[in-house]
């Protein structure tokens, strides 16, 4: 079953009527919101890019919080649109998001056991990302809990106060950079031009 950003949207007010801290769903708006700017902007030069399917994923790909817990997110947020019967297409956001260049390792916040979770490993090691979903991996990492815009730098480093450095943040921090620098060079400017707010969240 397909989705679009409208009933992505819906989904999440649906669940923001059952949190007491509904953070992370405007964090997911943001994400969604920024993904289809830059999916625009992409379009603009000539790219291939589904601007709502960008901001489809980008509002869905927290949906696994829905409970209230950050813990185990991923795989509870792809169970929940399988189990509301959607397309491998938009459940794989869930996957995805957090995990830069095809290893579970790579991630924020702390160091996954690949063997806790072999259908997660294997899955982000062979996953062929779509651009639309590199655009929520960037934008992710953009914006933190709340409907703002940071740099990269500046979000990094909140993850790092909020939940400590570890031995694999240097390698998430240069795979985030190359991922930022991807974008740049496709849009032919930096990414941070489109986001004029930014400046003001310094």
Same mark, same amino acid.
């Given at each position: ?9 819906n ?23 920024s ?36 813990h ?23 996957l *995805? ?5 095809? #290893? !579970?390792?790579?991630?924020? %916040?702390?160091?996954? +056991?690949?063997e ?13 990302y779509?651009?639309?979903?590199k655009?929520?991996n ?12 940071? *740099?990269?730098d500046?979000?990094?480093? #909140? !993850?790092?106060?909020?939940? %400590?450095?570890y031995s +694999? ?11 930022k ?22």
């Amino acid at each position: 079953m397909k989705l679009n950003s409208s009933r992505a949207r819906n989904l999440l007010e649906i669940e923001r009527q059952k949190v007491r801290d509904d953070r992370w769903i405007e964090h997911c708006l943001c994400v969604g919101d920024s993904a289809g700017k830059i999916a625009k902007a992409l379009n603009d030069k000539n790219y291939n890019v589904d601007i709502d399917k960008a901001i489809t994923l980008g509002y869905l790909h927290d949906i696994g919080k829905y409970n209230g817990e950050s813990h185990g997110h991923v795989m509870r947020g792809y169970n929940y649109l399988k189990n509301k019967g959607y397309d491998e297409e938009y459940c794989n956001i869930c996957l *995805t998001h957090s995990y830069l260049n095809n #290893d !579970i390792v790579c991630t924020a %916040g702390g160091i996954p +056991n690949p063997e806790d979770n072999p259908f997660l490993t294997e899955f982000i090691k062979n996953h062929e990302y779509t651009i639309e979903e590199k655009l929520i991996n960037i934008c992710d990492l953009m914006c933190p809990q709340g409907a703002k815009v940071y *740099t990269i730098d500046k979000r990094l480093i #909140d !993850i790092i106060i909020r939940r %400590g450095a570890y031995s +694999n943040t240097q390698y998430h921090i240069k795979e985030t950079y190359k991922l930022k620098e991807y974008f740049d060079n496709l849009l032919g400017y930096n990414l941070y031009d489109l986001f004029p707010e930014i400046k003001g969240n310094l």
